[in-house]
């Protein structure tokens, strides 16, 4: 279906008066796209609630899907056209890590927004090994070193001790990795033999879905677990955990969830892909608009059963610039979901390599690859050129500026700096195995997992 033409209403309050718009001659006007329910599926929510969509001459069906999995082979068959995404899966699925299939993104959908949570039992043993402010409060970020004593007390009574995350592709699952080894603590490795992600490890980790992580710790078969919201302000609202830190705080600004679509879809449908992107960049830019003035109905958008179905009050605790620690603890985080700010929905080629990295680090990339090998695969997934396409249409539509992009990029972000990453070692994405030399634990070089061995 097209449109010749649309009259459209300015999306952001730098831009004051309205504008003719020439609509793309989308080659696929009905979609379908999957999301789990999660509160970064915010962009979506909002493009259908507003109508941003439907401006693009895009008629789309959101579905909630039953787990990553299901998400992913939907994209995949074609049941869904595209999906709300962990990073890791798009980039697992093109070098056949798990399934094989070519997906592709052109725009990312948040930054942070995640948190690690462990049970009250877990936390008040932990509380000892945590320094404390004179006002008795603990002092953030917490260290996984607190933690360590507690493991140790485990094993020593013959223990395993469990922790969740929600696939072991996501982002979920290399930050939780990430904040164990930096206190200290093996997270494990996986194998071409043995994909538990279990060898060696001081934690065992395993998955479990997202909204099913309050229920999981409180029946005792995890003792923790790292996810997105509102699931570690869930823990905290039924009295049941202690998020002891916020993604933000392990790594300032970390990329988040990708929109994937696979590279089939792509090349048959560009300006649907275009437009899809265009719609999405209007949704964030709506998010984070006027310092998160709109958060308040973006959550009442959320909390709705089609979407994440979370109580208002629950959602609300970490959407609205705020984030409750042990009940009671509430702080100012207003970074903690960050949908445009930061260049927070440019697919990154850095954001790609440091998932890469962390696939490698742990094993599921079971051999050493040349730092080209890591700058050719972030360039066959992330398509930075067709979201500042999108950008350069919104921006002759009226619907943007260009100062609001980062189009003097080479896809590259700045390294990050060692003092916004929990370990205190920088990143530098144009040097992966450099960078990989650098962490405490974890393979390095041409290492490589044999039975329960790390050996090279």
Not at 12 to 26: G, R
Not at 73 to 100: K, R, S, W, Y
Not at 324 to 353: C, H, I, L, M, W
Not at 361 to 371: C, L, V
Request: with cysteine; glycine share 8%.
């Amino acid at each position: 279906m097209k449109k010749l033409a649309r009259f459209a209403l300015v999306a952001t309050t730098a831009l004051s008066t309205p504008a003719w718009a020439e609509m793309l001659d989308v080659e696929k006007d009905e979609l379908k796209f999957g999301f789990i329910k999660l509160t970064d599926m915010a962009p979506l929510a909002v493009a259908y609630e507003k109508g941003y969509f439907e401006d693009e001459g895009l008629f789309v069906t959101l579905e909630a899907q039953a787990n990553w999995k299901v998400l992913l082979d939907g994209v995949i068959d074609g049941q869904l056209d595209g999906a709300h995404m962990l990073a890791g899966q798009p980039l697992a699925a093109t070098i056949g890590f798990g399934t094989e299939a070519h997906i592709i993104t052109p725009f990312s959908m948040d930054l942070n927004g995640n948190g690690i949570t462990v049970s009250n039992e877990v936390w008040k043993q932990m509380k000892q090994h945590v320094p404390h402010d004179a006002d008795g409060k603990p002092i953030h970020p917490i260290s996984a070193a607190s933690l360590k004593p507690v493991v140790e007390a485990y094993k020593d009574q013959g223990k395993p001790f469990n922790m969740g995350m929600v696939f072991p592709v996501s982002t979920h699952n290399y930050e939780l990795r990430y904040w164990l080894a930096a206190g200290g603590l093996e997270p494990g490795f996986y194998s071409e033999e043995n994909i538990t992600g279990q060898i060696g490890a001081d934690v065992l980790l395993s998955v479990t879905p997202p909204p099913q992580m309050p229920a999981t710790m409180e029946a005792g078969t995890i003792h923790g677990y790292c996810v997105g919201e509102p699931w570690n302000q869930q823990a905290v609202f039924k009295g049941i955990g202690v998020p002891v830190i916020t993604d933000y705080e392990l790594w300032k600004n970390n990329p988040e969830k990708v929109f994937g679509l696979s590279a089939e879809f792509q090349q048959e449908n560009p300006n649907t892909t275009i437009a899809v992107t265009k719609a999405l960049i209007r949704a964030a830019i709506w998010l984070d608009e006027n310092d998160n003035a709109n958060r308040p109905e973006a959550v009442e958008i959320l909390s709705r059963s089609e979407y994440v179905g979370a109580d208002y009050d629950v959602i609300a605790n970490s959407m609205t610039g705020t984030f409750e620690y042990e009940k009671g603890d509430k702080r100012e985080v207003p970074d903690f979901n960050v949908f445009f700010r930061y260049n927070a929905t440019y697919p990154y080629y850095s954001d790609a390599v440091w998932y890469l990295t962390q696939m490698r680090r742990w094993g599921q990339i079971t051999e050493a690859k040349s730092d080209s090998w890591y700058d050719e695969v972030a360039k066959s997934v992330y398509k930075p050129a067709i979201y500042l396409e999108a950008a350069k249409s919104l921006i002759d539509d009226g619907l943007a500026t260009e100062d609001m992009f980062d189009f003097a990029s080479d896809g590259y972000k700045a390294p990050t700096p060692a003092e916004d990453i929990i370990d205190g070692i920088g990143y530098d994405g144009k040097s992966p195995n450099a960078y990989l030399d650098s962490l405490p634990i974890g393979l390095k070089g041409d290492q490589t997992v044999v039975g329960n061995e790390v050996q090279g």
